[in-house]
């Protein structure tokens, strides 16, 4: 059975850090590329970071570009998402999900059952 | 960015009803859409990916169809655990979005 785990989750202070980890089971981790998805208090999804299989590529959107970094150790079956230079808008639920296919990126068909960041003073 | 436009926000209908939900994207994603399910306290569950194509375990009375812009998800009768939003997703660019949803409610 297919397990996503994450954790670290937490209430921050805006400009501070928190790091994401998703331990995976189930599957083999290293074929798959994985993802983070965050989702807003009573908002739709936002696709976050995703990474290869290998590890070696990594893509984001702009709004974290910069300020958010995606990595997995393999070894571990586990991903993570360092979160630097928080804002309140990161505040949401923060899911990690497996791709589909061996190859590509999207769509997700395993999810976690998310962890809640909030980002406030 | 390829903005994805879901329509219409909320479809209000009772058990049995056929329902039409419509996902429009600001450019041609070719047929890289997914369509998601989430319940309250929920991840997002994946009905449908590449528009067409049942992902495993998804009954058959959901189905996607259309390619390009215009996409649509149909739940041929609604089922009480059918009431849930529904998101579409494209992987044709990035970076990859997101719709706004379609809240099916019961009526």
């Known amino acids: 059975e297919v397990q996503l785990l994450e954790s670290g989750g937490g209430l921050v202070q805006p400009g501070g850090s928190l790091r994401l980890s998703c331990a995976a089971s189930?599957?083999?981790?290293?074929?798959?590329?994985m993802t983070w998805v965050r989702q807003a208090p009573g908002k739709g999804p936002e696709w976050v970071s995703a990474i290869s299989a290998s590890g070696g590529s990594t893509y984001y959107p702009d709004s974290v570009k910069g300020r958010f970094t995606i990595s997995r150790d393999n070894s571990k079956s586990t991903l993570y998402l360092q979160m630097d230079s928080l804002r309140a808008e990161d505040t949401a639920v923060y899911y990690c999900?497996?791709?589909?296919f061996g190859t590509g990126t999207a769509p997700y068909d395993y999810w976690g059952q998310g962890t809640l960041v909030t980002v406030s003073s | 960015e390829i903005v994805l436009t879901q329509s219409p926000a909320i479809l209000s209908l009772s058990p049995g009803e056929r329902a039409t939900l419509s996902c429009r994207a600001s450019?041609?994603?070719?047929?890289?859409l997914a369509w998601y399910q989430q319940k309250p306290g929920q991840a997002p569950r994946l009905l449908i990916y590449d528009a067409s194509k049942r992902a495993t375990g998804i009954p058959a009375r959901f189905s996607g169809s259309g390619s390009g812009t215009d996409f649509t998800l149909t739940i041929s009768s609604l089922e009480p655990e059918d009431f849930a939003v529904y998101y579409c997703q494209q992987r044709s660019n990035w970076p990859l979005t997101f719709g706004g949803g379609t809240k099916v409610e019961i009526k």
């Open positions: 189930g599957f083999t981790f290293s074929s798959y590329a």
């Open positions: 999900a497996k791709a589909l």
């Open positions: 450019q041609s994603v070719s047929s890289n």
